[in-house]
């Protein structure tokens, strides 16, 4: 028995739906998953910390996973809490290697959590790799750990040095917790800083699970205002919530010593918590404001990789990142390149063999020319797991942790110094440990956009009028700067400002000029143009000047982007909007050219500090193109796949399926366009991306056009050929078609390829003049043939006589003639000029009724009521005759009785005549009435009135 054809249809659709949506299915239902464990504090009194973890590595294998994850397989998290507790650490580790899947860990957040889990991972051979544990004893001595931050060891000499060289102190107390990562810091920095000289008079220590930890944070704060200046400077080292009271002690009390804190205290939710005081929500950083703080990261100096991870850990989880989201992302990409890279199988029966896999990889990553580049530098690894990674020094200010004026960074090469021993006696290089630095010079910048305008799009290039500033430590010269993307080179202004506080200089001037844009090819995707402005100085390298963004004099971007949208700073004549605003420093290389100042520089090239703005802007239009979530573009593309595909279902009737399919191409369309460029942009191929947007430009042109001459045919040459019986001429659909794409063609070349369309119809005219010349006699048929469909004296069907020609009838016109199918079985083409200037007999008009005569010649001696109704019923009983007429008249030898018959069908008139007669003949001779000769008339005529 066979099945119902509606259970049929269910079968092929369900098969149908899932071929389209079996990538995106197999992709979520989990098989072949990757298991990367997370373990930080997710509770108890650091659950802010583990709460920025687990946001920075979900912001990165988020990513990954929409690009396709590893080899198709998706990357899942495991995500643990240890309270940030030692105890319940180890069990979270132990758990982790119970659940005998996690390829690699990425935690703990704290260096106790971290050396308590590490003795687990050592002992069943897990890869771990910490983001923010600094103790060094938690990497040492355990090759399966590895650390994204520098360590201890290097941050208490890093600070005692800053604070000796830079700082010029000569004594200073130490505050530490008693957890691991304050003890031991504290312990590097008190030797350190011996060694340098420095007198240490004081070491306060804490219990963090004193239950009189207030009490004992008021003694030291007590201890510490006794000693007053012969504290001399304060080193601390602890945790957020220690250092949130003992912070708010020491401005409540008064002191003035200056405060230097480990890099665990530089965190945008440490300041946040003093904003429900007073005194700090009347003067915002009234607790902080000039204190120091060590980071790896401070996003005034964020570059252009620092710049995109920022603005998708905003638009992702609508806050700003710290230091340990971005230390997390960068491990989340170490751990991802590792399992790309590592030749892993994802295969639990092998899971031994890829985690040493990976660990023999991460081992691998020993030099820069192996370097990952993330947010927070080049991560690799020395013997102990440990990575090179710098230290920024911060400065609190307003509630904001900005680069102190003074920053050291690291030589790459001492063979960059000609006289390392005199670098190191002026102290224009320091020496921390094996590692040596400069003493680099940071100029807080900003700029101010006044007026945008003379956008042209073709030449890349726009007209800019804006104020910059510079902010200063010291007696260089930061407004001697070389604008890089200037059409033309371009001067500083006359200078507006200038003041000088303590040993800050402000400096401010105003610029104009014409600047190139559209650095950034990715967001043409988007519609989007990017106004560009980077600078760097002439002659001073990075190691001695960095331009760093001035947080603090410039507004936020989105403040800024809605300050330039209401003062009109761009033309609102030229439709342009702004759509997002960013300001970054960066890295610009210069050729040396043998400069005597650089000949020690290996790679003949010298780097600069550069300053950076950008605004984008796009047209006020409403977009669909490439304005789609990119989640739900994937499943946009299988749904539109699967109802295109339904259409060659049996049954489903495709003309009635036209304006579903229209619209499914359409969202097809959309759909592809993003996951193609998405998928270019992710493997960094921007130089595909252009192509793709022609492409798709044109198609969207293309496509519509197609899809309207497919429904003029259904929805209005079929309908009106349905209506009134008659064919719409071939002349008519192929001039409506070719009239749509040269609309399209134009379209193109106007839209997509920047081409004005007057010059082109200017040129075209010349060349429809010449080659008018040489088809006259064709063009006046082609005329003849639009006017002959514009006045309609004959139709495709009708039957006609032209002049002297055969009847026939109309089968086509085309460009260039009438095509007339004649009664003998002929085919006549009559060129259209002849056929609008000839006399034309139309037997269809104005209506399809035929009129054929018969003449019968009968004897008088018959009753003509009696005859009259014989011929009457005979020809009525012809089929197809509509209704016939009887005519009669006396002749000089008896009487001649005319028969009419009305038919439809011209083209069977002999057909009706022969009929007819044999009736008339037939049913005469019945009554007896012998006719003296039955005649056809040989002429036709039109019934007046039918």
């Not at 002659?539 to 947080?551: A, G, M, Q, S």
């Not at 003849?784 to 006045?791: F, Q, V, Y």
């Amino acid at each position: 028995m066979r099945p119902p054809i509606k259970t049929i249809r269910c079968m092929i659709l369900s098969t149908l739906f899932v071929a389209a949506f079996a990538p995106c299915l197999l992709f979520a239902g989990g098989r072949g998953d990757l298991h990367i464990a997370v373990v930080c504090p997710l509770s108890g009194r650091n659950a802010s910390n583990g709460k920025a973890v687990i946001q920075g590595v979900r912001l990165y294998v988020d990513a990954v996973n929409r690009g396709g994850g590893v080899d198709g397989k998706k990357i899942v998290l495991d995500v643990y809490d240890d309270g940030d507790d030692a105890d319940t650490a180890a069990k979270m580790a132990r758990d982790i290697a119970g659940a005998d899947r996690a390829l690699a860990v990425i935690g703990h957040e704290s260096s106790t959590c971290s050396m308590m889990g590490g003795e687990v991972y050592l002992q069943h051979r897990i890869p771990a790799l910490s983001p923010t544990s600094t103790d060094v004893r938690v990497t040492r001595g355990n090759p399966w750990y590895f650390r994204m931050t520098f360590n201890n060891e290097f941050q208490g000499r890093f600070l005692a040095n800053y604070m000796r060289k830079v700082f010029r102190q000569g004594h200073v107390s130490v505050i530490h917790e008693d957890l691991a990562y304050g003890a031991n810091l504290a312990e590097v920095f008190v030797g350190a800083a011996k060694n340098l000289g420095v007198r240490v008079p004081h070491v306060w220590r804490y219990d963090v699970k004193d239950k009189g930890l207030d009490q004992r944070l008021e003694e030291i704060v007590d201890e510490l205002d006794r000693a007053g200046e012969k504290a001399g400077a304060v080193f601390i080292a602890l945790h957020p919530p220690e250092g949130f009271k003992l912070i708010t002690l020491l401005r409540d009390r008064g002191i003035e010593n200056r405060i230097v804190f480990a890099a665990g205290l530089s965190s945008p939710e440490f300041l946040r918590q003093f904003s429900r005081y007073p005194k700090e929500m009347e003067h915002p950083g009234y607790y902080t404001d000039g204190m120091y703080a060590a980071s790896g990261v401070i996003f005034d100096t964020a570059d252009e990789k620092d710049q995109a991870f920022m603005e998708a850990y905003r638009r992702a989880y609508g806050e700003e990142p710290n230091r340990r989201a971005a230390f997390s992302y960068d491990a989340a990409k170490v751990v991802h390149r590792a399992l790309e890279d590592a030749g892993i199988s994802g295969d639990l029966e092998e899971l031994a063999t890829d985690r040493h896999r990976i660990r023999q990889w991460l081992a691998s990553r020993d030099s820069s020319f192996k370097a990952i580049s993330g947010v927070t530098g080049r991560t690799y690894f020395n013997a102990d797991g440990d990575p090179s990674k710098p230290i920024t020094m911060g400065m609190f200010k307003n509630r904001r942790l900005v680069s102190a004026p003074i920053q050291l960074q690291e030589v790459p090469s001492l063979s960059e110094i000609p006289n390392v021993r005199t670098a190191l006696a002026d102290e224009r290089v320091i020496r921390v440990g094996g590692r040596y630095f400069y003493k680099t010079n940071v100029v807080y910048t900003g700029i101010q956009m006044d007026k945008i305008s003379e956008i042209d799009i073709r030449s890349q290039t726009y007209l800019a009028d804006f104020h910059v500033w510079f902010r200063y430590h010291g007696s260089i010269e930061p407004q001697d700067i070389e604008f890089l993307n200037a059409t033309e080179p371009v001067e500083m202004g006359a200078q507006l400002a200038e003041k000088q506080t303590g040993q800050m200089t402000y400096r401010m001037y105003k610029v104009q000029g014409r600047f190139m844009m559209d650095s950034y090819s990715d967001r043409r995707m988007y519609g989007e143009h990017v106004l560009n402005i980077s600078f760097r100085h002439r002659e001073l390298p990075r190691c001695n000047l960095i331009y760093v963004t001035d947080l603090l004099g410039m507004e936020p971007p989105e403040t800024l982007q809605e300050k330039i949208a209401t003062t009109r700073v761009l033309n609102p004549a030229e439709d342009w909007t702004v759509s997002g605003i960013y300001f970054f420093q960066g890295v610009s290389e210069k050729e040396s050219l043998g400069h005597p100042d650089h000949l020690e520089s290996q790679s003949g090239v010298v780097d600069y500090s550069k300053f950076k703005i950008g605004v984008r802007i796009k047209k006020q239009e409403l977009r669909l193109r490439r304005n789609l979530p990119p989640m739900s573009v994937n499943y946009l593309f299988g749904a539109s796949l699967a109802v295109l595909l339904c259409g060659f279902v049996p049954g489903i009737k495709r003309e009635s399926f036209l304006l579903v399919k229209a619209a499914t191409v359409a969202i097809l369309l959309v759909s592809s366009e993003i996951i193609l460029l998405q998928w270019f942009l992710e493997r960094h191929q921007t130089h595909h991306l252009q192509p793709i947007i022609r492409i798709f430009d044109i198609l969207w042109w293309g496509v519509p056009a197609f899809f309207l001459i497919r429904c003029i045919e259904r929805y209005i040459w079929t309908p009106l050929e349905q209506k009134t019986n008659r064919s719409i001429p071939n002349l008519v659909r192929r001039f409506v078609k070719i009239f749509i794409w040269m609309l399209v063609c134009f379209g193109i070349l106007a839209f997509v390829f920047d081409r004005k369309i007057t010059s082109l119809l200017a040129t075209s005219g010349v060349i429809t003049m010449i080659i008018g010349l040489a088809i006259q006699v064709n063009i006046a048929n082609i005329f003849s043939g639009i006017a002959i469909n514009l006045e309609r004296p004959f139709q495709i069907g009708d039957w006609i006589k032209i002049n002297d020609l055969s009847q026939g009838k109309v089968t086509d016109i085309t460009w260039r003639t009438t095509r007339i199918w004649t009664s003998d079985n002929n085919m006549v083409n009559i060129p259209n000029s002849m056929a609008s200037e000839a006399v034309i007999v139309n037997y269809n008009r104005p209506d399809e009724a035929f009129k054929i005569d018969i003449d019968v010649h009968l004897d008088a001696v018959h009753p003509p009521e009696q005859v009259e109704e014989i011929m009457r019923e005979a020809m009525l009983s012809v089929p197809g005759v509509r209704r016939v007429e009887v005519l009669f008249q006396f002749h000089d030898w008896g009487c001649i009785y005319t028969g009419s018959i009305f038919v439809r069908d011209y083209g069977e008139i002999q057909s009706f005549q022969h009929a007819a007669t044999k009736k008339i003949w037939a049913a005469l001779t019945r009554e007896g009435i012998e006719p003296m000769g039955l005649k056809y008339a040989p002429w036709m005529t039109k019934d007046p009135a039918p």
